[in-house]
């Protein structure tokens, strides 16, 4: 049986709900999973009007009212009134009822009524101004001695990232050998759950040229190094550090299957670059599926019926794949 995936409309004032209307136009996502669509039925009408698509709904009270053989089954949370928001600007009420509609997925999923979820694109900020700061949405799924983090993926390439957010002048002191190796388990271990039987990690070099032997810093020979060889020494086939430079090109021609980056934009710029519109970001170390599209809430095209819901389709998949659908 194919897991039976929550998708989210996201935030309503963004393309969320005209990317999740255009998942639908076909029977495309039976192959992968059983969905069910959760968010207010008001504002999924609004996202069917915008991009001119009708499909048949059923409204259930729970995932195990649903079916499959016909209408798509919904989970009306009867929240959001499209009056209260306008399409294309941030709203605090939109941003509360992302978060809601969030943590009503993830209870299910603790529960084993789902087997995960994606989400249509979220506004930070509308969630901070709602009430719901996004990190602690997901915080409380996850045990406090466990990671959890973003990957992000684009056909069969993943990346996971050592820092994120932070200053440029920050990213050498945040790193240890500590952080860097669990950034390499939580890789490897998501790449399994979505169906790499072993799969090739890599890990980037911070410095140009692999540091060249320290002249050019040491963090390769003191932070990276030792990080690899501790994760190599349990088991991990984990290998590096190599040169950014070239690593995405090996990666790109088929050699790994993943790779740990040390900083947000070593990753995602290159990432990017190979195809925007299929990118999608998934969270490891939660206890079920979660993705989402990397883009964002496109609020400059909100409502125009142009929004491209390819990298909404491959998060659906992916999140298939992390709850276990292999293909046959």
């Not at 069910?36 to 915008?50: E, V």
């Not at 200053?167 to 945040?174: G, H």
């Not at 040229?209 to 320290?214: I, R």
Request: with cysteine.
């Amino acid at each position: 049986m194919v897991p039976v995936i929550g998708i989210l409309v996201g935030d309503a004032a963004g393309i969320g709900p005209e990317i999740v209307s255009r998942l639908f136009e076909t029977d495309e996502l039976l192959n992968y999973c059983r969905p069910i669509i959760i968010g207010d039925r008001r504002i999924m009408a609004w996202g069917n009007k915008i991009t001119g698509t009708a499909f048949p709904i059923i409204e259930i009270e729970t995932p195990s009212q649903a079916k499959w053989e016909g209408p798509v089954p919904f989970i009306d949370q009867k929240n959001l009134d499209p009056s209260e928001i306008t399409l294309g600007q941030i709203s605090a009420t939109a941003g509360r009822v992302t978060g809601e509609m969030l943590i009503y997925a993830s209870e299910l999923c603790k529960k084993g009524e789902l087997a995960g979820y994606t989400f249509a694109p979220y506004h930070k900020a509308a969630m901070e101004y709602g009430g719901y700061p996004i990190n602690n949405v997901f915080a409380r799924y996850v045990s406090r001695n466990k990671l959890f983090d973003e990957l992000n993926v684009i056909g069969n390439l993943w990346t996971a990232r050592v820092t994120s957010h932070i200053p440029f002048r920050q990213i050498s002191e945040k790193l240890s050998v500590k952080r860097i190796k669990a950034v390499i388990e939580l890789t490897y271990e998501t790449l399994k759950k979505a169906g790499f039987d072993t799969p090739r990690v890599a890990v980037a070099a911070l410095n140009p040229h692999c540091g060249e032997d320290g002249l050019c810093g040491r963090e390769e020979i003191e932070i990276i190094g030792p990080a690899v060889e501790e994760a190599r020494s349990e088991g991990i086939p984990v290998t590096g550090p190599y040169s950014a430079d070239t690593l995405f090109v090996s990666a790109v021609n088929g050699q790994f299957d993943g790779i740990v980056t040390m900083y947000h934009d070593q990753g995602q710029i290159a990432l990017k670059l190979l195809n925007f519109e299929k990118a999608v970001t998934a969270l490891g170390g939660l206890p079920y599926a979660v993705t989402t599209p990397s883009h964002g809430t496109a609020f400059d095209i909100a409502g125009k019926g142009i929004a491209n819901a390819e990298a909404m389709k491959q998060a659906v998949i992916i999140a298939a794949k992390m709850a276990g659908w292999r293909k046959k």
